[in-house]
């Protein structure tokens, strides 16, 4: 019964070894651009709104060209949270025409942030990521202003 539960556990601790092994396959090469195809080519990737006052302005763009030689679709343009909303174009954007994507951001957060916004297009490589960042700080406090009047002039 001995040799019976020692060969047992050991076949439980080789499947557990067994399952446990990192698998070092080489990573799946990206899939080659259509040179028929769009090509999104941004400006720029990232935007970083800087040190803003609370309820400023929350708008930022990025613009790109479609570089390719087929009209370029934006299936789908999400932020990463409900206080970053990207607008784009839903018409096709022809091969050698520029648009922009406008990213909004809800300004009364206060507080460093870094959000990001996922494209989906009709490329050969479908999804992009946008990245935005920054830090909203207080809006200062207004003074009270003037006292209220106690009796006019002559008191």
Request: charged share 20%; proline share 8%; glycine share 8%.
């Amino acid at each position: 019964m001995k040799k019976l539960l020692s060969v047992l556990t050991l076949m439980v601790m080789a499947s557990v070894w067994v399952a446990a092994q990192v698998n070092t396959a080489a990573p799946a090469a990206p899939a080659p651009a259509d040179e028929n195809g769009p090509v999104m080519t941004l400006e720029t990737t990232e935007v970083d709104y800087g040190k803003i006052e609370q309820g400023s302005d929350p708008y930022r763009v990025f613009k790109f060209t479609n570089t390719g030689k087929a009209p370029l679709v934006i299936e789908n343009a999400k932020g990463s949270c409900g206080c970053t909303v990207p607008s784009y174009s839903k018409e096709p954007i022809a091969p050698g025409e520029a648009s922009e994507i406008k990213v909004r951001y809800d300004t009364n957060r206060i507080g460093k942030f870094t959000k990001t916004v996922t494209l989906t297009t009709n490329e050969a490589v479908q999804t992009r990521t946008l990245r935005i960042s920054g830090e909203v700080y207080a809006k200062p406090t207004e003074p009270e202003g003037v006292p209220a009047s106690t009796g006019g002039f002559n008191n």
